[in-house]
């Protein structure tokens, strides 16, 4: 039996390679990839991943393909689960999962496998894109078989069989990374009634820690998609890092909230996201330039729907793909430029422009130079009113 495993380098997946070599017999190719987490070079993986037990050991940078096909996309969409949580973990395991069955179509293996527990939502991402991609193959759930009762019973096992885990002191924190954000669970965090400690956040300054002093920024887009950052173009890529880098230094992107998991648990989730923040607003705000005040509340809809079905693992489903049709063509004027202030945690938009809007500041305005006839609302207050003055005379003396 041959399986191809998506394999991070941690101990789960190392120990899962491991399980599943003895257990099935199996041939276990292990596949890890390069999303924007901190990561160790493919070598050291290779090494760790054959020492497990791996035979054979596949390597990806898949940073572009997951900005233009994942990143990209879900920002148009306005995907934003829960109002809070922009989606980084969600998004980023149907692209794994995708590159798992290609490597598994390539081997001809039988079998595809991940390092997820039973109780979370990324087993229903992976598990869902192998389901649609390819039917055919069997999956395996290593962390939902075995009869590891605690991580120590897994490090022993780890030790006993000559699995190479790093030798960090043990982080009280489960974290996810990639260039979209950081999910942290786990430890204290998971009384919700506790305030994250500061070493349960990577990469952002706490507000308090910030610089007295705001930064402002100017985010170019051109039809929905992020082009340029202060006037300079540069790819997107870069303007996620960029972002990234000077939002963490003001302490923007830190979220704390209630979730509710695709099982119906309720999970106590901290997120460090300040690229997707500071992108998701000025992206919005320069929707509301353009848009029509139907299509910017209709597109609302659409966005709750759209962070669904990236959050209960649905990305490769039809319904995505029709949305992403309407989606697109929503973008087509979303060209301007939005300008933030960054200050002690806040993200402030503070101006707009674009070629598309539909701000007319000759009718908006309250001085001269006023287009707008004011006597052409008597009539239409008359008539928008109707149902109010019925409704009204019916309830007097109620
Ligand atoms: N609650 C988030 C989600 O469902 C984060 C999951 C984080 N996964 C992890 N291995 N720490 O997308």
């Known amino acids: 039996m041959k399986i191809v495993i998506a394999y991070s380098g941690g101990l789960d997946t190392s120990v899962a390679i491991s399980y599943l070599r003895e257990k099935y017999n199996a041939e276990v190719i ?28 596949y390597y990806e940078d898949l940073r572009e393909k997951f900005v233009n096909e994942y990143i990209i996309p879900a920002l148009k969409a306005g995907a934003i689960y829960q109002d809070k949580y922009p989606l980084a973990t969600a998004l980023s395991r149907p692209l794994i999962a995708e590159s798992v069955i290609k490597i598994a179509k390539k081997e001809k293996a039988d079998a595809v496998s991940h390092g997820c527990t039973g109780k979370g939502n990324d087993q229903i991402r992976f598990e869902l894109t192998f389901k649609y991609l390819a039917p055919e193959i069997k999956i395996i759930a290593p962390l939902r078989e075995w009869e590891f009762k605690s991580r120590e019973e897994e490090i022993e ?13 043990e982080k009280p924190y489960s974290i996810d990374e990639n260039l979209w954000g950081i999910s942290i669970e786990c430890g204290v965090l998971e009384d919700p009634w506790q305030e994250p400690p500061e070493d349960a956040f990577q990469i952002t300054n706490s507000p308090e820690k910030a610089p007295e002093k705001g930064e402002y920024i100017e985010i170019g887009f051109e039809k ?67 848009f029509s005040r139907d299509l910017y509340e ?93 409704e009204g005379e019916r309830s007097k003396g109620e």
């Open 224 to 290: 929905g998609i992020f082009v340029s950052l202060n006037g300079k173009r540069m790819d997107q890529i870069k303007i996620i890092e960029k972002v990234a880098e000077i939002g963490a230094k003001h302490g923007i992107g830190r979220i704390d909230m209630i979730e509710d998991r695709v099982i119906g648990i309720k999970s106590r989730e901290v997120y460090e996201a300040p690229a997707a923040v500071i992108l998701h607003t000025a992206h919005s705000e320069l929707e509301k330039l353009v």
């Open 157 to 169: 096992y780890a030790r006993k069989k000559g699995i190479p885990i790093s030798v960090s002191k």
């Open 30 to 57: 292990a596949y890890t990839s390069n999303i924007g987490q901190k990561i160790e070079s493919p070598d050291i993986l290779e090494e760790r991943a054959i020492k497990a037990g791996a035979k054979k050991f």
């Open 298 to 390: 209709f597109k609302k809809l659409v966005s709750i729907k759209y962070s669904q079905i990236i959050y209960f693992g649905q990305w490769f489903s039809h319904l995505r793909i029709c949305l992403d049709k309407f989606i697109e063509e929503t973008q087509k004027y979303v060209t301007g430029t939005v300008k933030l202030k960054l200050y002690k945690g806040n993200c402030t938009v503070v101006g707009r422009e674009s070629p598309y809007s539909l701000y007319k500041e000759k009718l908006a305005t309250y001085s001269h130079g006023d287009i707008f006839d004011h006597k052409a609302s008597t009539g239409f207050i008359e008539i928008f009113g109707l149902p109010s003055k019925l």
